[in-house]
């Protein structure tokens, strides 16, 4: 009871913006039909819809979800960037950053900077299907948790076949300036609510200003970063901010992944514990390590 009163009273006087961010027009159908079972005071939240292409398919059906969403939430925007999709090429350095996928991806992020208006946001990537309770468990710890910037619920990577090991989306990391020296998954038995070092950014919820401020102090694409580590050095910065991390093990969200003509949900039956690590000697990074016993 007095941790529903405190998200009560804390909704009461704080408003809070959900942003849901989309470059797949099959992503559409499974998220919105999640986002319709997840618990939430809709009438408190403002819902931002980011569009982030110029696929000429995507934008009408968010549209539909826009208008058919309008009557139940505080607020309804939809917005496109009108952004072209980057590319992936086997084997490609890291100096074609501004033509790979990860760069729209980027300058999506600090797009957001600028449209959330409210000083709390709790982002959901489309290809992510969380659990009813997320938003309520990830708010409970957001306002609970000693010095909380960043909480994140759990989603592993995906591969091209279901059957296949799959680490988690948050990390231990070691890094030496913009370069990242090791990171560690952490292992998918833990339970409960685990500090953390950087994380995925799928599920989660965030200080407005805080996200500004991580994604101002990386400045953009550092050349030693590898592709994978983007995301895992803006929430890194967040901790480097002074603010805590924290990934809660009772939100566990599907990731979906589109291969072989459907739709594969990715999730804990098929998680590892891995590792990544600098190889000096090589130039490069010893990937997907599965740590076991």
């Given at each position: 009871?007095m941790i ?20 797949r ?12 079972e997840m618990?939430?005071?809709?009438d408190?939240?403002?819902l ?22 309008e009557?139940?939430?505080?607020s309804?925007r939809?917005?496109t ?10 084997g490609?350095?890291?100096?074609k ?6 760069r ?12 959330i208006?409210?000083d709390?946001?709790?982002m ?11 938003f309520?468990?990830?708010?409970c710890d ?15 990577g ?6 296949m ?7 231990y990391?070691t ?8 990171r ?15 994380s ?7 200080f ?6 991580a ?38 969200c ?9 739709l ?17 000697e090589?130039n ?10």
């Amino acid at each position: 009871m007095m941790i529903k009163n405190l998200i009560e009273s804390w909704l009461s006087s704080n408003e809070i913006t959900l942003v849901c961010t989309f470059s797949r027009p099959n992503m559409v159908k499974p998220f919105f039909e999640a986002l319709d079972e997840m618990l939430l005071p809709r009438d408190k939240i403002d819902l931002l819809i980011f569009d982030n292409t110029e696929n000429i398919t995507l934008h009408p059906l968010l549209e539909a979800q826009a208008k058919r969403f309008e009557s139940s939430f505080k607020s309804v925007r939809l917005y496109t960037s009108g952004r072209v999709g980057g590319c992936t090429l086997l084997g490609q350095s890291n100096d074609k950053f501004n033509k790979s996928k990860l760069r729209p991806i980027w300058d999506m992020w600090v797009d957001l900077c600028k449209l959330i208006k409210t000083d709390v946001f709790f982002m959901l990537e489309d290809d992510t299907i969380a659990p009813p309770h997320a938003f309520y468990t990830l708010l409970c710890d957001f306002l609970t948790c000693k010095n909380a910037g960043f909480i994140t619920g759990i989603e592993t990577g995906r591969v091209l076949f279901e059957w296949m090991p799959v680490r988690l989306g948050v990390h231990y990391l070691t890094r030496r300036k913009n370069k990242i020296l090791r990171r560690l998954s952490l292992k998918p038995t833990e339970r409960g609510i685990k500090e953390i070092d950087c994380s995925g950014v799928y599920c989660f919820i965030c200080f407005t200003k805080l996200w500004k401020k991580a994604i101002e102090n990386q400045k953009g694409y550092i050349l030693e970063c590898p592709f994978f580590g983007m995301d895992n050095l803006l929430t890194n910065n967040i901790k480097k901010l002074g603010y805590k991390l924290y990934a809660d093990f009772r939100v566990w969200c599907d990731h979906l992944h589109q291969a072989h003509g459907s739709l594969i949900k990715f999730n804990k039956r098929n998680a590892v514990q891995m590792l990544d690590i600098w190889l000096p000697e090589a130039n490069n990074y010893a990937q997907c390590i599965e740590i076991k016993k």
